[in-house]
């Protein structure tokens, strides 16, 4: 039986992700319950688009990114997505480098607002590995 998208408990080891206001979800420290940024998720035909995630500046470079897109990763495989697609925008470099990090693969043409698509083909989508372009 199949889990609903982010029905699950969305917890890791230091970073949790709880539905917020205007249909985000909050990235929560389980430290102290401060939330240090967002993500805006859309769910359509078996691909879950992240459309942002966002770590306030205070709260970056102590992995709250890293773990956040991997709880996404893992809920989404684990409730048969076939297609987990980020988008990376054109002004900010880092992102592109996330995404890459974080297991997806740019797909070849300009993406929204000259920025580039990053896609992750998994189990249940296909045997094989996304191609690199």
Request: charged share 20%; hydrophobic share 40%.
């Amino acid at each position: 039986m199949k889990v609903p998208l982010l029905a699950l408990l969305v917890q890791g080891e230091r970073f949790r992700l709880e539905s917020g206001d205007s249909g985000k979800l909050a990235v929560i420290r389980l430290q102290d319950q401060v939330v240090v940024g967002a993500c805006t998720i859309e769910f359509r035909q078996g691909t879950l688009t992240v459309r942002s995630l966002c770590i306030e500046p205070p709260y970056r470079s102590y992995g709250a990114g890293t773990e956040a897109a991997g709880l996404l990763i893992t809920v989404a495989e684990a409730a048969g997505v076939s297609l987990i697609r980020a988008w990376a925008h054109p002004n900010l470099g880092l992102s592109a480098y996330f995404w890459g990090r974080m297991g997806l693969r740019p797909r070849h043409g300009e993406g929204p607002e000259g920025g580039i698509w990053y896609e992750r083909v998994t189990g249940a989508g296909s045997s094989a590995p996304p191609a690199l372009v």
